[in-house]
């Protein structure tokens, strides 16, 4: 078997995306303009929701659902310990109080008799993260919200509207996910969404905000606020103050810079075209990996079944009753033989950022867990079938190896 080169996630960009970006070029309308705005309208019809933002990251989306909630200082936000750190850190950013729940045993999802004993009257708001595009078990997730309702204590109109702690997804791996015939973005209160370059839709950098309707609460207000946060406080978009006479404008709170170009936004509208072949790929790559592993001593994250199918976008394996430094000799063996691996995640309470703010992985043995035997494979529509076996036989000998 000789060599191959395979990225872990290189971006899946045609002559189609390239001849739009080029069109956007050409336009003289670059930063935000007529291609995000259709491209947020695509998003939302895609998502059955009202509305959706595009900014500039999956960040800055879950950062300002968390400020259009009146999410700050005094509140607690309530995430899980298995995750990257942009799920937790913007709680730190709006000045709430993080509170990290453990994940159930064998699982990548939060523990839920946890989570619910963590609430108290200072909790507003709980991340749930829908980790390799898998969908959370929300239904459980509301019923807990529920069944806390009494010691809710809002301080803002949306808080009083909601009347209980909003559930804000951090669907970053999420986009085009369904579970229950609901579409990821359709089933928690906020949702963020990544199109990180690594992402299976990209806009190289970017992301987007959808919410499902509030009773009480005008949609376009919420949009309007997120344009203001996302654009300085500034009462008139830049598409706005191109009509005659329109530069007159207002700052009305000293806000943040975040939002997403059209040159972005370009790439997103070729992608989304593209997206129901792109996750049909993914689910064949997942379904060879599958058969071709089956009969090892491995744990594998489940993408599909009767009532959800994920977005496929992370190919998680666990190499039951081995180690972290076992795993990572599969990891070098794969890299010399041309695989490039990852590891999805190093628990929050490993990281200095997070220990610094008093965690400690010692209260997370089951994300520990997962994070001692995991390796990632690469998933993407880059890779041929000839590739998916390549990767299937080298891990097969690697694992056998060690």
Same mark, same amino acid.
């Given at each position: 078997?000789?060599?191959?080169?395979?990225?872990?996630?290189?971006?899946?960009?045609?002559?189609?995306?390239?001849?739009?970006?080029?069109?956007?070029?050409?336009?003289?309308?670059?930063?935000?303009?007529? $291609?995000?705005? #259709?491209?947020?309208? %695509? +998003? !939302?019809? =895609?998502?059955?929701? @009202?509305?959706?933002?595009?900014? &500039?990251?999956?960040?800055a989306c879950a950062e300002m659902s968390l400020r259009v909630l009146?999410?700050?200082?005094?509140?607690?936000?309530?995430?899980?310990?298995?995750?990257?750190?942009?799920?937790?850190?913007?709680?730190?950013?709006?000045?709430?109080?993080?509170?990290?729940?453990?994940?159930?045993?064998?699982?990548?999802?939060?523990?839920?008799?946890?989570?619910?004993?963590?609430?108290?009257?200072?909790?507003?708001?709980?991340?749930?993260?829908?980790?390799?595009?898998?969908?959370?078990?929300?239904?459980?997730?509301?019923?807990?919200?529920?069944?806390?309702?009494?010691?809710?204590?809002?301080?803002?109109?949306?808080?009083?509207?909601?009347?209980?702690?909003?559930?804000?997804?951090?669907?970053?791996?999420?986009?085009?996910?369904? $579970?229950?015939? #609901?579409?990821?973005? %359709? +089933? !928690?209160? =906020?949702?963020?969404? @990544?199109?990180?370059?690594?992402? &299976?839709?990209?806009?190289?950098?970017?992301?987007?905000?959808?919410?499902?309707?509030?009773?009480?609460?005008?949609?376009?207000?919420?949009?309007?606020?997120?344009?203001?946060?996302?654009?300085?406080?500034?009462?008139?978009?830049?598409?706005?103050?191109?009509?005659?006479?329109?530069?007159?404008?207002?700052?009305?709170?000293?806000?943040?810079?975040?939002?997403?170009?059209?040159?972005?936004?370009?790439?997103?509208?070729?992608?989304?075209?593209?997206?129901?072949?792109?996750?049909?790929?993914?689910?064949?790559?997942?379904?060879?990996y599958n058969e071709g592993l089956k009969d090892l001593d491995l744990?594998?994250?489940?993408?599909?079944?009767?009532?959800?199918?994920?977005?496929?976008?992370?190919?998680?394996?666990?190499?039951?009753?081995?180690?972290?430094?076992?795993?990572?000799?599969? +990891?070098?063996?794969?890299?010399?033989?041309?695989?490039?691996?990852?590891?999805?995640?190093?628990?929050?309470?490993?990281?200095?950022?997070?220990?610094?703010?008093?965690?400690?992985?010692?209260?997370?043995?089951?994300?520990?867990?997962?994070?001692?035997?995991?390796?990632?494979?690469?998933?993407?529509?880059?890779?041929?079938?000839?590739?998916v076996e390549y990767v299937i036989e080298t891990f097969r000998k690697?694992?056998?190896?060690?």
């Open positions: 078997m000789e060599n191959r080169h395979i990225a872990f996630s290189p971006p899946d960009i045609t002559e189609e995306e390239i001849a739009e970006v080029a069109d956007t070029l050409r336009s003289g309308w670059i930063t935000t303009g007529p $291609k995000t705005k #259709k491209f947020e309208n %695509e +998003i !939302a019809a =895609f998502c059955h929701t @009202s509305k959706a933002v595009c900014l &500039n990251s999956a960040t009146g999410i700050g200082p005094g509140d607690e936000v309530i995430t899980s310990a298995y995750t990257y750190t942009a799920s937790a850190s913007v709680a730190v950013h709006v000045g709430a109080t993080l509170v990290l729940v453990d994940t159930q045993p064998d699982s990548y999802e939060m523990d839920y008799e946890k989570l619910e004993s963590a609430i108290t009257e200072k909790t507003k708001a709980i991340i749930p993260v829908d980790l390799g595009g898998v969908i959370c078990d929300y239904d459980k997730i509301f019923d807990i919200v529920e069944k806390k309702k009494s010691l809710f204590r809002p301080s803002t109109e949306i808080q009083k509207k909601m009347g209980r702690i909003a559930v804000v997804a951090d669907g970053a791996h999420a986009f085009g996910a369904t $579970k229950n015939g #609901k579409h990821s973005g %359709e +089933i !928690a209160d =906020f949702t963020s969404f @990544s199109f990180h370059a690594v992402k &299976n839709l990209t806009t190289a950098e970017g992301g987007a905000a959808v919410w499902r309707d509030i009773d009480g609460i005008d949609n376009e207000e919420i949009y309007k606020q997120f344009m203001l946060l996302s654009l300085h406080g500034q009462s008139k978009d830049a598409l706005a103050k191109t009509q005659l006479g329109a530069w007159e404008y207002d700052i009305i709170a000293p806000y943040y810079k975040c939002n997403m170009t059209d040159i972005m936004a370009s790439l997103g509208l070729v992608q989304l075209r593209r997206y129901p072949s792109i996750l049909a790929r993914r689910k064949e790559i997942i379904e060879k744990s594998v994250l489940n993408h599909y079944g009767d009532d959800f199918a994920s977005s496929g976008h992370l190919y998680l394996v666990r190499l039951n009753g081995k180690t972290r430094e076992e795993c990572n000799a599969v +990891i070098t063996k794969m890299a010399e033989a041309g695989v490039a691996t990852n590891v999805h995640y190093k628990p929050l309470p490993l990281l200095t950022a997070y220990k610094n703010l008093g965690f400690d992985i010692k209260d997370y043995p089951n994300a520990y867990a997962l994070f001692e035997n995991e390796i990632t494979l690469p998933l993407h529509t880059k890779l041929t079938d000839e590739d690697c694992v056998s190896e060690v």
